[in-house]
């Protein structure tokens, strides 16, 4: 069973930087694409960023310039690095994990990691 292992939320102040990894288990594949979405108190959940097997990349336009996605496919894990974050960064982190077979396609959730920045 295919599990996704967040860490490194936690509680930074406003211009300070915070590093989020999902490590994935279970799996002798290699996903399709890897990301992470958002969702804060009373809004939906939205895409962060996102990076395909193949090293494509794409940036919610309110993170380019600040946040960075990386991946490493030996150890079915990605990383966000998010500097000079904000109040408005404030928000449950959620690691995705996508694998198509066909023309079906699986969607892989983390548990949720908090995000807090104080002002």
């Known amino acids: 069973q295919v599990q996704l292992v967040e860490s490194g939320g936690g509680l930074v102040q406003a211009g300070g930087s915070l590093r989020l990894s999902c490590a994935g288990s279970g799996s002798i594949f290699i996903f399709n694409a890897m990301g992470w979405y958002r969702q804060a108190p009373g809004k939906q959940r939205e895409l962060v960023a996102a990076?395909?097997?193949?090293?494509?990349?794409n940036y919610a336009d309110s993170v380019k310039g600040r946040f960075t996605i990386s991946r490493d496919n030996t150890k079915n894990t990605v990383y966000l690095q998010m500097d000079s974050l904000k109040p408005e960064d404030t928000a449950v982190y959620y690691c995705n994990a996508v694998r198509r077979v066909g023309v079906t396609t699986y969607h892989y959730w983390g548990q949720g990691t908090q995000v807090t920045v104080s002002s």
């Open positions: 990076i395909g097997s193949g090293g494509g990349i």
